[in-house]
Every structure is written in structure tokens, then in C-alpha cells.
């Protein structure tokens, strides 16, 4: 083979095997069976008044084909497990701003329990962060909400439009 044709077939590859890397950028909905971003964007406006806790509402179903995908997800951080240092182990990403601080939760299915496998430290809540790792259809319960599925964070980043 010539030093110019195995030159390109080697780059060509190489492209290839980065572009297969690259993380599926997906959008909450995508998340969600199609019949229940119906329901979601027919329900009523949520009120914040009052003290008493409304229980999270939505369901756990979830989309089969994220199952072990490498995604890319934006969203803002809710902090769950954090050691006295301030430093957090994992985390919920919610889709929108004061998601999990006021009620109700978003639905099982629009939040995602994210772990680190190195602790870091407690982020500004008014920040959004790109997340990014291996998706898995999985439940998560916590005093706070449940989640239908984890993401494994290889890399944690401030969104940036």
C-alpha cells in the first residue's frame, strides 16, 4: 500500500474512533416516553406557597435504549451525599433551577442520580454544569426524591450556551 493511501486510511480511522467517543448530547425530554412529555407539558403550574411537602409525582418509566450510553447531559446540581469538608460524592442533575429545593420534585424520570469517582466540591446552585459519563436505567431513592436513572460522571464541566 502506498505511504500516501495508508497515510489517509489511518487518519480516516482515527477519526472515526473519536467520533465513536464522543458523548450523546441529549435533552431531558428524550429521557421520558413521548406519552408522558404530553402529560408533563399539559400539567398544572406548580405553587410554592405553603410549608407542607407535596410528594414527588411522574413515574419511573424510563427509556430502554440509554441503557449503557455515553451521554452528555446539562442541568443544575443538587448536592446529596457531602462530607464535612463540603465535598460531594454524588448528586442529583435536575433540568431546571430549584428543582428538589422547592415542591414537588420533578418526576422520577427527570432527575438523574449522578456519582463521581473522586469527590468534588459543593458548586454554586445558580450554576448549570454539563455532566458527562455512562448512563444506566437504574432506581435511586433518597430522602429527597427518587430517580430512574444513574449517570457514572467521568467529567463534570460549567455550562457554557
Known amino acids: 500500500m502506498k505511504p500516501f493511501l495508508l497515510s489517509t486510511l489511518l487518519t480516516l480511522v482515527a477519526g472515526v474512533v473519536v467520533a465513536a467517543d464522543a458523548p450523546r448530547e441529549l435533552d431531558w425530554l428524550e429521557l421520558m416516553p413521548k406519552d408522558e412529555v404530553e402529560l408533563l407539558n399539559q400539567a398544572p403550574e406548580i405553587s410554592h406557597d405553603g410549608t407542607f411537602r407535596m410528594e414527588q409525582q411522574g413515574s419511573f418509566r424510563t427509556i430502554a435504549g440509554l441503557d ?66 455512562t448512563l444506566k436505567v437504574q432506581r435511586v431513592q433518597k430522602d429527597i426524591a427518587a430517580s430512574a436513572y444513574v449517570l457514572e460522571a467521568d467529567k463534570v464541566s460549567l455550562y457554557e450556551g
Not at 448528586?91 to 442520580?113: E, M, R
Request: net charge negative; proline share 14%; aromatic share 14%.
Open 68 to 133: 449503557g450510553q455515553h451521554v452528555k447531559l446539562p442541568g443544575y446540581i443538587v448536592p446529596v451525599d457531602v462530607s464535612e469538608d463540603q465535598k460531594m460524592s454524588s448528586f442529583f442533575l435536575v433540568p431546571y433551577f430549584g428543582a428538589c429545593v422547592h415542591v414537588p420534585p420533578p418526576p422520577p424520570n427527570q432527575i438523574v442520580f449522578v456519582t463521581l469517582r473522586e469527590p468534588m466540591a459543593v458548586t454554586d446552585m445558580y450554576d448549570a454544569f454539563w455532566i458527562e459519563g
